[in-house]
């Protein structure tokens, strides 16, 4: 695993987009794993400014999204359908039809998880999954609890996540109690996971996932498993880590930043 410790949110923005650009730029047609939230916001915003001043082209890139509410319309704004096309789609050259965001509406939506599956699969899988962090420890949607082996499903959100997130609503009442969620086994699945996390109040989650034991009390402890993970955080959301670690990744080693 690879963790690097960045002054502030605009360095962990722009070395995820750094990240994320180089694999667009070596394979145009990968397919990314995208997540919504507070934290990938500075990322999105770098990449539109790299696809607007650096030809970072998205004719052919296909998207994932990690999760969705239930039961709040596409064009609600707290959607994620609405997050993302708002801070990433509506700003570069992405297709439509090469978009997927679970469908926290549809009719079956047991039917909608397994099929999101399937077309993950014929997509030949995720290249490379941005992550957030909870301060719960949940990873996507994946609430302390969730299966280290569980695929894409409908979940609840627990009390905290709910607070958490009762930022971006009117009130904790407006917050949604479901959702579609990937799940952990699928994450792992992808080519690489990139993490990111920053402010305090994500110290003991990463902590607990970076340095703590394999539980699926913490899920994005599950990380841990995986062959190719970077992990980008502020000094904040480090102070919890005893370990020693680096400020920039290996392939920039050397290289002025
Ligand atoms: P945040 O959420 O980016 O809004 O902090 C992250 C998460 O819940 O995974």
């Keep these: 695993m690879e963790v690097i410790i960045k002054e502030d949110y605009e360095e962990i923005s722009k070395l995820a987009a750094q990240i994320i650009a180089g694999i667009v730029r ?8 995208l997540a919504t939230g507070g934290t990938p916001v500075g990322c999105y915003r770098e990449l539109v400014r790299m696809h607007g001043e650096e030809d970072l082209d ?7 999204n990690l999760d969705e509410y239930v039961g709040i319309a596409k064009d609600h704004e707290q959607s994620y359908y609405r997050f993302m096309w708002d801070n990433l789609f509506s700003h570069v050259n992405v297709v439509p039809a090469n978009v997927h965001i679970p469908d926290g ?23 490379i999954q941005l992550l957030g962090i909870g301060s719960n420890g949940h990873l996507a949607f994946n609430e302390p609890g969730s299966s280290l082996g ?49 402010g305090a109040n994500k110290a003991e989650a990463i902590a607990a996932a970076v340095e703590g034991p394999i539980t699926a009390s913490v899920p994005a402890s599950a990380i841990q498993l995986h062959p190719d993970v970077t992990v980008i955080m502020d000094r904040a959301a480090s102070s919890k880590l005893t370990r ?14």
């Design 150 to 198: 569980s695929r894409t499903r409908i979940k609840t959100l627990t009390e905290r996540t709910r607070q958490d997130n009762s930022r971006f609503f009117e009130n904790i009442d407006e917050v949604p109690k479901y959702c579609v969620t990937m799940g952990i086994g699928t994450i792992m699945e992808s080519g690489k996971l990139l993490l990111l996390a920053n």
């Design 244 to 257: 020693e670690y680096h400020s920039q990744p290996h392939f920039l080693e050397g290289e002025e930043q």
């Design 26 to 33: 070596i394979n145009p047609r990968a397919v990314l794993g």
């Design 58 to 64: 998205f004719s052919q890139i296909v998207t994932f």
């Design 105 to 127: 509406n549809a009719e079956d939506l047991h039917v909608a998880c397994d099929e999101y599956e399937i077309e993950m699969d014929e997509h030949g899988g995720v290249d």
